[in-house]
């Protein structure tokens, strides 16, 4: 079914195009336009907003306490923040309440999303009319230099999700047990046979578990184009081949055997602290740092970035089709685009978590909250992070999981 | 001498078994000896611990007890025995009937083991039955049984195990008047004809006088030989009597 | 009207019948029944293809062709099968094992004791632990690390390869299940042996010349069984269809049956959810075909063994039986205490890196900083539990007082039908019923949540009470009667008052099962309302052992809170009377 939407943008490229113009056209509009944007903050005051979204990082779930603090303080709205273990459980629910014909008052009012959850929901109606660009701080985002603020796994956002942050895999180890780690897929593999049992990777659907097969598969694949492009388009057995006989090797030689997979990603970062393993990776560069900070890492651990770059994405928030408090999600997501909002968020030392702002659109002074961050003692500099990798289609994640899954989950 | 005769061959002795429970004296000391085909009574209201003292004789006592005291079957000295090596059996005032076994098989549980085979098993459990009056009854179902016909099954249970003395829990009290006569001689009787030294614990003075043993009563400690027996007050009276 | 005359008189007190009363048994099985089948139902349509809402309006079997077709489904077959079979077979070997070898003992009554707070520790907190001290780098190989050390032996700076946790065999889940429901049978067995005259039948046994323990299985066990044959079942089912414990023990590769469900229900391929529903009522096959499977057991177990019980054969004194089951009794309950012990350390740790026994680094910071957010959720499963524990209670003593007025007693099937919340697997009707919340626009709402966890917790509220009610001595209430108190005056001046001790304890153990629930709060508290065992199980792939621990230990101590004033109340208000003492 998700495929099956994907045969219809079969033109995607030119829908992608069109969809920055009018993001970007749309949002300097929005910004000028605050009487409209005041009817939604009149609206919003004494609502109550429920946020849906991944809960298993401490870190993350103490900013979006601040957050929902600061826009009770000032915009009178309330924010629960619905803590869920997989965005999916809450695709589910969405369903469901389509399912019972509930087209309003529902369950989540604006939730954590991207990549395929973001595509199935878009397929199948789950979001409602386009939000993001009558956000005021939508106009701060860099769409250029960052284009997967617009374009999700490949898919158009059309104003659906507004983006929250920035994500590039890392790879971190502890200097005082590994001297010199792999610094390539084919590396890693040469590394694991010598060294057998200390690299594992969470077990796809795990969303940091299949960043890892897509890293493994840009690099691999003789055709990387085909991985822009829907899955159906593509000859599936044929460009992922060397992903599959590379693990193949890999997986005798991985922590535990390859019999058992971590459920989680931030599992990895415990197993490198036990010293179960040597290599452990993360979606977000500044993890390392952080977890240094909260004692959750030795003070040894640094990141590297692999030879030919790594995969980045970006995080958003998306309001339902049936959201009940819609303009309060709306000024909580315009918060959370907002400088104070992004700069405390790329805090280390809160979370880490990197801007979707453009630098040279902000005041000085709010440039001047960026310019002050610390950076971690294991934080690679933004220039050492090189060029990140494009996502593959939305479609392709599911594919994936479902041929690891098939091939490796029995 | 004396003490030999006492531990003669066949003899139940008790040597100054007392019972307390939670710091104060609840019985005796008490010393008995019980001959072969001797049935002594020991006589006392609900909580004089008279139930307790059987279980202290079959090793099942509550350790909530401290008891006290020695107790010899046929010369030996079992009071540090556990249950199942004593050779002392007990009867209680409920026949206690296994519910999950037939009558027959409720009776071949307490055959020992040496008699082997199905045969040989089913024919002791068939005369067993038989002298009880209840030929034929091995394959029914306990629970259809009469009171009367329960309770005899129960007596040749114990007796089946090949007990070195025997031990009666008031096991007439729940019967009827006139089943209650006919059931007690037919446990004396079976009890006298295996030699078994027996102790009767009892509330009930008839059931004392039918034994025509002597009969010790736990209210004055005096051990009375049956012919200077004399009956009690109803029970009710000193039912209040604390311990 | 009878009089008071007659109801001394009378054989069976027929004291006057509620106009009203009748309808509180209805309203029960209502509660129960009902919802379990539109959930069923509902689940059941998806299976053969009919879901409106994903284009699904026609009756096809393509769900059940993907779902055999799907690779995982032998492996994670095979796993739910022996993992559920061996875990209740061992719960119910080591209890009555217990009860055989160490019956009358101190022993005995020391593991009566804690019965109740390992009852109150929920699955997901247990499971927890047992992870942390199963891992390779877990707590039991770094206390053996600090033992090499300290015998200067020299340890290796790298964990070794055990593979305890979460292992491809299921080995940890099933030590998991038995060691949390191991306490529950006991329990069972504890209250049913109430019931038969134990001491007298052993003494029957032993004097003439059984085994303590052969005494035990030949005659006690075979009338104990048949009392404890629903809890068993109960846990027979619960084992082949849990998926809170099966995530955090089990292995993933494939994982259980219910957990596949689950991950298919919860996929963003919404097209799995078909496939999700025909695996969740495949779910539902499997366990009703373990039951059938284990009564068979049951009745070739008794058909061989019944000849041996009247065989003569008079066993040892059990002195191996002894040691063996007290030496597992003790593991496990040392297992037991070191996974919550774990817990509570971790949550009170700032640092606490392998290979070191103990934290290097202490700190109160994570409760400091936790408590405000943890606040929420636990609020939630404070009230959730309360309302449920009470409505159960509320209602079960209505049923109760319905069988005393109209002179009746629920026969075994009506037991059966108390059951069937929990012979059902969750995740069988559990979506149907979800939908249907959300029909009723139900879903995320504080009666929704209280309800999908009343189903659960009345039929152990209803087990817990039923039995002490029924010993009452009826004499009191006719009594009562006589001295010109109203039936309703009776109930609640002489009933309630002299059960005060197991209508606390009922609610108790009420409470802590409504804590437990991982399911039924995922799917009727739509998110909205969330409990400390989902916040936990949720946190369990976050990876801060810290704040995991903090939620675990939370949740248990709900629970122990429970219990501690359930036991503390009656002995408070009754310290002056020494007849009401336990």
Redesign the interface.
Known sequence: MVRGMFRDLAMWLPAVLLSVCVAVGGSAVARAQGGEWQAVLDEARGQTVYFNGWGGSDRVNDYVAWAAERVLNEYGVRVRHVRVNDIAEVVARILAEKTAGRTERGSVDLMWINGENFAAMKENGLLGAPFVDRLPNFALVDTEARPTTIIDFSVPTDGLEAPWGMAQVVFMYDTALLDEPPRSITGLLAWARDDPGRFTYPQPPDFLGTTFLKQALVVLTGDRDALYRPVDQADFAAVTEPLWDYLDALHPHLWRGGETFPQAGPQLLQLLDDAEIDIAFNFNPNEASAAIADGLLPETVRTYVLDGGTIGNTHFVAIPFNAQARAGAMVFADFLLSPEAQARKADPRIWGDPTVLAMDRLSPEERALFAALPRGPATLPPEALGTPLLEPHASWTGALEAEWLARYGQ | MRAEAENAAGTLRLEAVALVLGGEALLGPLSITIAPSEIVTVMGASGSGKSSLLAFLTGTLDPVFAASGRVFLDGLDITDLPPEKRGVGILFQDDLLFPHLSVGENLAFALPPRVKGRRERRQAVDGALAEAGLAGFADRDPATLSGGQRARAAVMRTLLAEPRALLLDEPFSKLDAALRERFREFVFDHARARRLPTLLVTHDAADARATGGPVIDLEDGNCRPATRFSGHGTDELRAGRGK | MAGPLRAIAGRRPRLRRGPWMGFVPWLTLFLFLVPVLLGLVGTWLPAFGY?????GTGLSPEPWQRLFAD??L???LLLTVTTGFLSALLALVLAMSVLAAWH???LLRAVRRFLAPLLAVPHAALALGLAFLL???GWLVRLAFAAGELMGLAVP???P?L?LA???NGIALTFGLALKETPFLLLMSLAALGQI?V??????????????VT?WV??VL??LYPQIRLPVYAVLAYSLSVVDMA?ILG????PTLAVLVL?W???????L?FMAAAGATLQLCIVLAALALWYGAERLVVRCC??W??????GG?GRATRGVSGLAIGLAGAMFAAAILAMAVWSVT??W???DALPA?WSAATWA??L??LAWPAWTTLWAGLAAAGLALVLTIGCLEYEDRAGVRPSTRALWLLYVPLLVPQIAFL?GA??LL??L?L??TAPALIWSHLMFVLPYVFLALSDPWRALDSRYARTARCLGLSPGAVLLRVKLPMLLRPLLIAAAIGFAVSVAQYLPT?FAG???L?TLTV?A?????????R?IGMYAFAQSVLPLAAFALALAVPTMLYRRRKGMSP
């Open positions: 879901l409106p809402a994903l284009g690779p995982s032998p492996g994670a009358g003992t101190r891992a390779d780098s700076r790298r964990p390869m593979g979460n292992d491809p005259r001491e007298r039948t052993l003494a029957v046994a032993r004097s003439a010349g059984y085994g303590p005494a030949k005659t075979p009338q995530l292995p993933s590769t494939p991950r229900f919860n996929d963003p391929d919404l097209s959810r019944r000849p019980l009247s065989a003569g054969g008079r004194p700032r640092r890196r392998f290979p680094q900083e936790t405000p957010v979506f979800q939908v959300v029909l626009r879903d995320g995922i739509a998110g909205r969330t916040e199980v949720g946190l369990a792939g976050g990876g801060d052992r704040v």
